[in-house]
């Protein structure tokens, strides 16, 4: 077969012609000539040059500084700190800022806002502070380099053109109330107006800032929305020199201070020894919703305060668990709105127990009312309120309104429960008002040998009242009892534990106006007059009293939607 060469062979075979080197000698000979030529016409400019200057002219204006070639800014709330590359030949810089844009056609200083920085040749190296600028605002920025026998460099720009200074915080501290708030900075600080918005960034108010508010650093606004969020600024022309987020409280009751617990704090006695030392008279707790406040120990009510136990608005009532209250002294009030009070305590080492009683008042106490409001009160041994002992104690009102009130199903007690010696404990005044009540213990008002004043019942439901041969009312034997009788209006009496009884008290009437009572509510003595009878139990007028739901289903029954606790109307 035939053998193809190599490309190295006939590469050899070719230079070994005729053709090949005759080719290479003609180039070579080509080569030399164009040599000689060039050099011979670099030799005539030569000539030319050193005989005759250039006759084509340059421009003046590249003759300067280099522009700044890269700039960087750390921004703080009113100062930055400006590094940029140094440029060669350049004795000073001089840098300026605005809030308008910055840019070739725009002279020095016309911008507004504007600072120069470094006329006085004082900038020569980077890094440099940008001092007295607004906090929050958004700067552009330009700078160039200066020297003495070269001109000046075109303006050098930062790639994004702009930085931002940061907010500034000079707000020291604030309180807040249901409609207002106070804010406090450093005394004789520069500013003009404050600004309160709201979440979707309406501006609510606007103050101007007088002389006093700047000379104190305080201000108080008012007119807000309970339970609202707001932003408060405070401004120096257009910078920001203080940002807060609030959010306004629940409106509690006016009182001469309210001391708003937080969840985890202790409900105890340093509290309002605290408080009474501070001199006020009038005081609020006011808990946050779904916590907690234990205390295995008795809370003292010092002598001449009053105190509004407050649960704020939320999903659940905060929960008050102490060992007792003591009112011992004058105190005009003690109320209680939208909590929980429960007598299933807690111990400090975590184990449960169970309180006797919220009020077991035996020293000498003169109270204007203790009010429960909103309230769910349950788990009590004994009751929520007694008197007892030899000294004299005198409440003027104890009202349970729009309240769920479980007592004791044990007969030793009633959840009312005077009993003091020899006449020394009185309730004048008694009312149930828009509330349930489920248990009463012995009796749902007991008054050993007392005269009061009067007992309420109004627009109530009741279940399970009673134990044998107990009364609703009992005032002992004596004929004892309120001297402007009993009132009870739109109520129902659903059912007891056992036969008992009505009133046990002095001859006054008792007023009863459209209140049932059904067949299960079994009183065989002392009967009420003028109640209407229910044909039927609790579980024909309720949907489920055994799980303490009363609310009314029977749709013949003539007080569906006027008679009992609103709460379990008819819808």
Known sequence: PLQYPTLMERYRTLMDSNIIKTTVMKANKLKYIALSGAFMLLTAFATISCDDANDWTTDSSYNRLFSVPKMSVSANATDAELTWSTTPGTEYYIIEISLDSLYDDVAMGTGK?????????????????????YSDS????????????????????????????????IFEKFSVSHDKITLYWPANSTADRIEIIDTNGTVVKSIILTSANLEDGTIVIDGLTPLTSYTAILYNKESKRGVIDFTTTAKVPDADHTAFLQAGDSLNNDLFTTMAEAGYHTVNIALPAGSSYYNENNINIPDGMSVT??????????????????IAGTHSFIKFENVEITGSGRKADGNNTTNDYLFNQSKAATVGAIEFSNSFIHGFKNTPVRLQGSDEKIINLVKFENCIVYGADAR??????????????????IEFSKTTIVYSGKCLVYSRNTDFTSLILSDCTFSKLL????????????????????????????????EGKGIRANDKPVE????????????????????????GGETDLFKDPSQYDFTIIDGSFAGKTNCGDPKWYMK
Not at 145 to 153: G, R, W
């Open 113 to 133: 806002g504007s600072i120069i920085y470094g006329e006085d040749k004082s900038i020569t190296k980077s890094p440099y502070t940008l001092e007295g600028l």
């Open 138 to 169: 958004k700067y552009f920025i330009r700078m160039k380099a200066f020297s003495s026998n070269t001109p000046e460099s075109k303006w050098g720009y930062m790639s994004d053109f702009s930085f931002k200074t940061r907010t500034e915080q």
């Open 309 to 326: 136990f407050f649960g704020l608005p939320g999903e659940t009532q905060a929960i008050i668990g102490v060992k007792g209250i003591d």
């Open 412 to 429: 030793t007690y009633s959840l009312i429960h005077v009993d003091a010696s020899k006449g020394k404990g009185k309730v004048e005044n």
């Open 467 to 498: 134990g044998s041969g107990d009364y609703l009312l009992d005032c002992d034997k004596n004929g004892n009892g309120p001297s402007q009788g009993v009132t009870i209006t739109n109520c129902i009496f659903g059912s007891t534990l056992a």
């Open 512 to 535: 009863v106006t459209n209140s049932y009572i059904t067949n299960d509510m079994k009183i065989t003595g002392n009967k009420i007059n003028d109640l209407i009878t229910y044909d």
